[in-house]
């Protein structure tokens, strides 16, 4: 009886093992142990979109600072109707704006850092003003008091130039007096007693004695 025919069988098998071998050993992958499932590789997905790395954002201009000096401003409208006078001190400002009869205004706020003020008073009254031509040596800008508009410029004042006010009751009386003395000596003022405005008379500078009167008038800060 011949057994040819297992013989065969098991020849044939080592051969198919052997070419398995070679293929494997050929292409670099190892071969699946029987009954494992492989997972397939991922392939990228035409015209899926990539992650860009992170950019760092540019940082934000820091805006222009202007060196605000304390100092004061005085001088007359441009029309030549009134005088205005600005004290700057630690980034304050106060402004008094006066017609030496019977219209005046005082008016404050904060300095911008860029040199800019935006003043407010009593009844709605404004003031804005900003250094001429990035110089602080000289105020320009509007006023708004009482309904009109007037524009000025204003130079740094050098004593005994400046702006002075004086508030005290006298003999049962409420007298408030505001000066504005001008570079060449002119001085600018209203004196108000128990609410009457009237024409300031003239101070002493030196020592802020106002002539015809108990008081006593002094530099005005903020």
Same mark, same amino acid.
């Given at each position: ?9 098991? $020849?044939? &098998? $080592? ?14 992958? /190892?071969?699946?142990? *029987?009954?494992?499932?492989?997972? !397939? ?5 035409? =015209? ?12 934000? !201009?820091? !805006? +222009? ?5 304390? *100092? ?34 005082? $008016? ?10 935006? $003043?407010?008073?009593?009844? =709605? @009254?404004?003031?804005?003003? #900003? ?9 320009? &800008?509007? #006023? +708004? ?9 204003? /130079? ?50 030196? @020592? ?15």
């Amino acid at each position: 009886m011949k057994r040819s025919g297992p013989l065969f069988t098991l $020849l044939a &098998g $080592l051969l198919l093992a052997l070419v398995l071998l070679t293929l494997n050993a050929t292409t670099g992958e /190892k071969p699946t142990p *029987a009954g494992e499932q492989v997972s !397939p590789k991922p392939t990228p997905t035409a =015209g899926a979109p990539t992650s860009a790395p992170p950019t760092s954002e540019a940082p934000s !201009p820091t !805006p +222009s600072k202007t060196q605000v000096p304390d *100092a004061q401003y005085a001088g007359r409208t441009d029309d030549d109707s009134s005088a205005i006078a600005v004290t700057v001190r630690d980034g304050k400002a106060i402004a008094y704006f006066c017609d030496g009869r019977n219209r005046e205004s005082w $008016l404050k706020g904060d300095v911008a850092d860029d040199g800019s003020m935006k $003043l407010t008073g009593k009844n =709605g @009254d404004t003031l804005d003003a #900003a250094y001429a031509s990035s110089k602080t040596d000289r105020l320009t &800008g509007k #006023a +708004s008091v009482g309904k009109k508009t007037f524009s000025f410029t204003l /130079k740094q004042a050098k004593k005994p130039s400046g702006l002075y006010r004086a508030t005290q009751t006298v003999r049962g009386a409420r007298l408030d007096g505001g000066w504005i003395v001008l570079s060449n000596g002119d001085q600018v003022g209203i004196l108000t007693r128990d609410g009457v405005r009237e024409p300031a008379p003239e101070i002493d500078p030196a @020592d802020g004695s106002v002539t015809g009167e108990e008081l006593t008038a002094e530099p005005v800060v903020p």
